[in-house]
């Protein structure tokens, strides 16, 4: 059983690796060229417009001509347009793998962003903690992130235990509630004036001006998934209660403290998604977030989550959370009237899964001798 | 056969033989609205599409509209927009901001990038952008308020329907219609209600609260969204008064029939047609707005010059 469990979502994620390459390389292929613009690092360490001759003999700003896809500048804005909602699928995932449903992780990332974008506007420039060193606002701005976000996916978890209502019903709830809690504490008004630091920390930029750190931390979160769901006894416990949790609870596990976990995790997931996203954009708003719930569902359903709970994995999530955005990047890059836009992303979101299904078939009958 | 295999290669042959168009030099604008669900959207899509082929005439260039908004309203998305229009090689991009702090980074980042970037509808003042274009919003809603207080002599009790809470524009043209509602002793405004801005969860807030406040006679409705379905209003004419922003044609039949005495039409065609012109001047011509806040003015229709007013739309919508 537990044989079966541990590589079952390993053949699914090569199934996603492959629709990701194929992907890659349509969009590779057939994305063109590109002029971009070139900068060169000063004596002072800032990215500054390299010019050149121009035909009159002035100077004219130079320009790189690239692959319009696969260029290190594209790929990191991949990268980072994927970890948002990538990192919130991890969470997602875990739920899904122990057969509940997160419907409020949209309004969760919200209050997150809202309550920890007020606390680091306390230590922002014009707050009244703007004396206090920058590191300590933006590590208590996270430390509300997570608090907050913890603490929700830890009440749904509590209210799907304890009311034995379907976590459908609960999240459908708390949805509602978390978006109208993040209204009322902003009155509706944007979030902005943080520390410096934190900006300079999330969109630091690498070599030629790449923002790498949202892919790191994406990284270190499918790590820690990986880890939990593979690796750590509460985390195969997870698998257990999603695959019958009749058998789990006869086998000893405890299903509400399993649930509650689950469901906890999830919201420190959205939790750091958020705090990612108010230091890269610099502002937070309570309507941030709103479909994010789908996107991150249709991101673990599209890395091999099964609905029914008992099957997939944290890789897997993030991997389908790239798939759609690089559907997505790629209706822009191709140029695709954006009309058509939703059509394409629903279409290939069905046939990669339809790809990976069959993929996981094959590899499964060829596993039996 | 062979006739058919001859007019194959000789299409191929057209299709690869560089023409004239080919030595036209590229220009790619990208045009980023708030939402694709509001109709006020798609005239400037079309605004900017004909003042792409026009401009285009005139210059002898040949100019792309890529447009892309968000299904739904969210700044993130719309700033993942701009910087993958960037990447993409857009000459510059027209936004109206969701929220503007929001997209105040990912314009500046634009412009550092040598991509002018101007705002339309909505704006983001702090930002780098080097011109807005679009209505004053506080005394859109100013207009608003005078124009019912007007129908309602000075008496009565309102409802002020106010779309998205978060965005910015909005809550200007809302501030303006509360303040000048105080100017009127005689007017209590009820309250201030919100909603997803679909013309289905617009038209059923009014209802909704029609229900639970029988005694509102007046509503001040900041942006079009209810009246974009046909049965939005469920009073006889005249029974409640009603002033509200946008004439798009759906709204039309609402001044016919005498339930929305006055609409205050937005220049919504204009928001495209507009920016893809300064954006054309300052990327072919060099050559900056005369002021970096270029207003339109809100056009009033009524019963008087409703039949003439509908038929611009023939124009700003005709793809």
Not at chain 1, 19 to 40: A, D
Request: proline residues 4%.
């Amino acid at each position: 059983m537990s044989l079966r469990l541990r590589s079952l979502p390993r053949f699914q994620e090569r199934g996603i690796i492959v629709v990701i390459l194929v992907l890659g390389l349509l969009l590779t292929v057939f994305g063109g060229k590109v002029r971009l613009p070139l900068f060169e690092r000063g004596p002072d360490g800032g990215r500054h417009r390299v010019f050149e001759a121009g035909p009159g003999g002035g100077r004219v700003p130079a320009f790189v001509v690239e692959n319009k896809f696969l260029n290190a500048h594209n790929l990191a804005q991949l990268a980072k347009d994927t970890s948002f909602i990538a990192i919130m699928a991890v969470g997602a995932s875990i739920v899904i793998i122990s057969g509940g449903i997160d419907l409020s992780a949209g309004s969760l990332y919200a209050l997150a962003s809202v309550v920890g974008a007020l606390v680091l506007r306390r230590y922002g420039p014009g707050g009244p903690g703007g004396a206090t060193p920058a590191w300590e606002g933006v590590l208590l701005g996270a430390c509300a992130c997570m608090a907050v976000a913890g603490a929700c996916g830890a009440l749904n978890g509590a209210l799907v235990v304890a009311l034995r209502v379907h976590p459908f019903v609960i999240t459908l709830g708390t949805m509602a509630i978390l978006r109208g809690v993040a209204f009322v504490i902003t009155a509706g008004q944007s979030v902005d004036g943080f520390p410096r630091a934190l900006s300079a920390l999330v969109r630091y930029q690498f070599g030629d001006g790449l923002t790498l750190f949202p892919l790191a931390v994406m990284v270190l979160v499918t790590a820690a998934g990986w880890i939990f769901l593979a690796r750590l006894s509460p985390g195969r416990r997870v698998y257990a209660v999603g695959g019958n949790e009749q058998a789990a609870r006869f086998s000893g596990i405890r299903i509400g403290r399993t649930k509650l976990l689950v469901y906890s995790l999830a919201g420190l997931s959205g939790g750091v998604a958020a705090f990612l996203s108010i230091g890269y954009y610099g502002a937070a708003t309570s309507g941030d977030g709103q479909g994010y719930e789908l996107s991150v569902i249709a991101a673990a359903v599209v890395g091999g989550a099964s609905l029914t709970g008992g099957r997939g994995s944290a890789l897997g999530a993030v991997l389908g959370a790239l798939v759609i955005q690089m559907i997505s990047s790629g209706i822009v890059i191709l140029g695709i009237d954006q009309n058509y836009s939703q059509i394409i992303i629903g279409s290939v979101v069905i046939a990669a899964v339809v790809f990976d299904q069959c993929n996981a078939w094959l590899a499964k009958k060829r596993s039996i001798p | 056969m062979k006739p058919l295999l001859a007019s194959l290669i000789l299409a191929l042959l057209t299709v690869s033989c560089p023409g004239a168009d080919d030595a036209l030099r590229q220009i790619t604008l990208g045009v980023v609205a708030k939402s694709q669900g509001n109709p006020v959207f798609q005239a400037a899509r079309v605004g900017a599409e004909d003042a792409a082929r026009d401009l285009g005439a005139k210059y002898h260039v040949s100019i792309r509209i890529d447009w892309r908004t968000p299904n739904e309203e969210d700044a993130q998305k719309q700033s993942e927009a701009l910087e993958q229009l960037v990447l993409s090689g857009a000459d510059g991009i027209a936004v109206s901001c969701s929220d503007a702090n929001t997209l105040t980074a990912a314009i500046n980042s634009a412009v550092d990038n040598g991509v002018p970037v101007a705002t339309f509808d909505s704006d983001a003042p702090a930002s780098k952008r080097f011109v807005t274009y679009g209505i004053d919003d506080y005394r859109c809603g100013e207009q608003v308020m005078e124009e019912l207080a007007r129908q309602l002599d000075g008496k009565g009790i309102i409802a002020v329907l106010a779309g998205n809470q978060n965005a910015p524009n909005l809550q200007r043209r809302m501030q303006g219609v509360v303040e000048t509602a105080r100017k009127y002793p005689g007017i209590t405004v009820r309250g201030v209600y919100y909603h997803r801005e679909t013309p289905q969860d617009a038209a059923a807030r009014v209802e909704q609260v029609m229900e639970a406040n029988p005694d509102i006679n007046g509503w001040a409705m900041i942006g079009g969204w209810a009246l974009f379905t046909e049965n939005a209003l469920q009073w006889r004419p005249g029974t409640v008064k009603c002033a509200s922003v946008d004439a798009l044609p759906a709204q039309l039949a609402y001044v016919r029939n005498g339930q929305v005495p006055v609409l205050l039409g937005q220049q919504c065609y204009q928001w495209g047609y507009q920016c893809v012109s300064l954006l054309v001047d300052k990327i072919l011509l060099k050559k900056d707005p005369s002021a970096v806040r270029q207003v339109s003015a809100l056009i009033p229709v009524t019963i008087d010059n409703v039949d003439a007013y509908a038929k611009n739309w023939d124009t700003w919508l005709h793809k």
